[in-house]
C-alpha cells in the first residue's frame, strides 16, 4: 500500500505560550493559517517549520515519492504496524514527539514474484547544453552497493568545456559529498529500516561562478524501494537482468531554456 495523504500532531513540553507566526514547508511559506496552503514539490524531503516572535522550530520532516509519502529513514507507511511513525526531537531545550499517520492508502502495483535482488547500482548523471548541440557541460558518476539493509556510495563529478562543478548526493537524508578541492564523491553509509523501505537518491549540483558556487539544480536519479525483499526501481518494477535501469530527465532548475539533466540509474550485479 502507499499513502496518500496524511496528518500530523506534536506533543511538547518547554514551549512558551508565543502563537506561531508563520510556518514554512521548505522554502515556501505563509502567514494565513485560514487557507489551505499549496506548494509545488519534487520528490524529495520536506522540511515544517513554525516561525514564532523570538525563534523558530522545525516540526517535522516528510518525504515524497511520486505520490505518496514516507517517513524519514527510509519507513514506508503500512495498515498494520506503520499506520503512525513518531519522532522525538530535542532542539534549544524543547523536547518534541511528532507523530506522522497515514489518513489515505491507495493499492500499490504488484511486482512480479522471484525477482533477484540487485546489489549494485551505478548512476551517471549529465548536463546537456541545449544551445550548443547538446555539447555535455558536466558528469557525474556514482556506484552504490546494497549489503544487507546498508547502502554505501562513491563517485566522481568532472566539469567540461570551462566548467566546474561540486556535487551532493543524498541518499534520503544522509549526505554524499564533494568537495571543490577534489573531483571525488564518498557517502556516509546508510541504513535501511527492516522490511519494506524506500531510499530516495537526489543529486546537487553546484556550478562554479568567478570565486564561488552557484546553485544549479537538485533532483532525483533513482530509488532503491525494498517490496517483499525485492528490490525495485519503483512500485511494481523490480530490476531485472533485462530491464535493469530507470531513466529519468529534466529540465535545469537555474537554466531551463538551456540547459537539460539527463540521468541513468542502473543495476549492475545481482
Keep these: 500500500m502507499e499513502c496518500y495523504s496524511f496528518s500530523s500532531y506534536i506533543m511538547n513540553s518547554g514551549f512558551t505560550n508565543d502563537s506561531a507566526t508563520s510556518y514554512c514547508v521548505s522554502e515556501i511559506c505563509t502567514s494565513d493559517f485560514s487557507q489551505p496552503f499549496e506548494i509545488p514539490i519534487k520528490n524529495t524531503t520536506l522540511e515544517v517549520t513554525a516561525f514564532f516572535p523570538t525563534y523558530s522550530f522545525g516540526l517535522y520532516d516528510i518525504s515524497v515519492d511520486d505520490e505518496s509519502f514516507y517517513g524519514e529513514e527510509g519507513y514506508l507507511f503500512d495498515q498494520m504496524e506503520n499506520k503512525c511513525l513518531s519522532d522525538f526531537y530535542n532542539q534549544t531545550n524543547l523536547e518534541t514527539t511528532t507523530t506522522q499517520c497515514c489518513t489515505s492508502f491507495k493499492a500499490a502495483p504488484v511486482a512480479p514474484i522471484n525477482s533477484p535482488k540487485c546489489k549494485k547500482f551505478q548512476s551517471r548523471t549529465s548536463i546537456l547544453d541545449l544551445s550548443n548541440n547538446f555539447k555535455v557541460l558536466g558528469t557525474s558518476t556514482m556506484t552504490f552497493e546494497l ?7 562513491n563517485g566522481t563529478v568532472v566539469g567540461s568545456n570551462g566548467n566546474e562543478y561540486i556535487v551532493t548526493y543524498y541518499v534520503d537524508d544522509s549526505t554524499c559529498n564533494g568537495h571543490p578541492e577534489s573531483n571525488n564523491i564518498t557517502c ?5 529500516p527492516d ?3 524506500l531510499a530516495l537518491i537526489r543529486v546537487l549540483f553546484m556550478e562554479l561562478n568567478g570565486s564561488r558556487y552557484d546553485y544549479n539544480f537538485d533532483g532525483m536519479i533513482g530509488r532503491i524501494l525494498i517490496r517483499n525483499s525485492e528490490t525495485l526501481m519503483e512500485e511494481g518494477k523490480p530490476f531485472t537482468t533485462t530491464n535493469n535501469c530507470f531513466y529519468i530527465n529534466y529540465k535545469s532548475d537555474s537554466n531551463p531554456l538551456t540547459q537539460v539533466i539527463t540521468n541513468s540509474f542502473c543495476c549492475t550485479q545481482f
Design 147 to 153: 549489503d544487507g539493509s546498508d547502502i554505501t556510495g
Design 188 to 192: 556516509r553509509p546508510y541504513t535501511l
Design 195 to 197: 522490511g519494506d523501505s
